[in-house]
């Protein structure tokens, strides 16, 4: 599948960096619906870490996507699964996402997701080891292979727990 867009360096915060993440089956909503994405071909993924409150994905829309749909209906995708979960565990953190705005009754994701294209191996690269250094600059880990949720085993052991990812330089 050919790809009509630059890889982009994707971050999307939770709502006032509440620690949503911090939850396993949360970790996996965003797994499995990257999983979903690819399956179907929207996109590429060759990078990506999971934080508490955050993630970070390196990512490129294939064929006659939209950047902008798939982005949106991934996130919006992601909020109702993670606004399901947390009202079937009855978990306080559901207050904590109540926005009562005129489109919305709660809300997950902060607005505007940062989103960089990588136009050079170099910038690619560079937010590349940006990601996999994230758990390390937060103490979550010493080394960032330690670390479950990134894509840094992948690269740095070869090892492939992630099997939608992507090489770089594939």
């Known amino acids: 599948m050919?790809?009509?867009?630059?890889?982009?360096?994707?971050?999307?915060?939770?709502?006032?960096w509440i620690p949503l993440l911090s939850a396993r089956e949360n970790k996996e909503i965003i797994i499995n619906s990257l999983q979903f994405l690819i399956k179907e071909g929207s996109v590429k993924v060759s990078g990506f870490v999971l934080m508490e409150n955050h993630f970070?994905?390196?990512?490129?829309v294939m064929g006659s996507h939209k950047r902008e749909d798939v982005?949106?209906?991934?996130?919006?995708?992601?909020?109702e699964q993670i606004l399901k979960q947390l009202r079937n565990l009855k978990s306080p953190m559901l207050e904590e996402l109540l926005v009562n705005a005129k489109d919305r009754r709660y809300q997950v994701w902060e607005r505007n997701s940062l989103s960089i294209e990588l136009r050079s191996s170099q910038v690619f690269k560079q937010k590349l080891e940006y990601i996999h250094a994230n758990p390390v600059r937060a103490g979550l880990c010493n080394l960032t292979e330690e670390y479950y949720y990134p894509s840094a085993r992948f690269y740095e052991l070869n090892?492939?727990?992630?099997?939608?990812?992507?090489?770089?330089?594939?």
């Open 159 to 170: 090892e492939s727990n992630w099997d939608f990812l992507t090489h770089y330089e594939d």
């Open 71 to 79: 982005q949106r209906d991934f996130l919006r995708y992601t909020a």
């Open 2 to 16: 050919i790809a009509k867009y630059y890889p982009e360096f994707l971050t999307v915060t939770c709502l006032n």
């Open 56 to 60: 970070h994905l390196i990512w490129q």
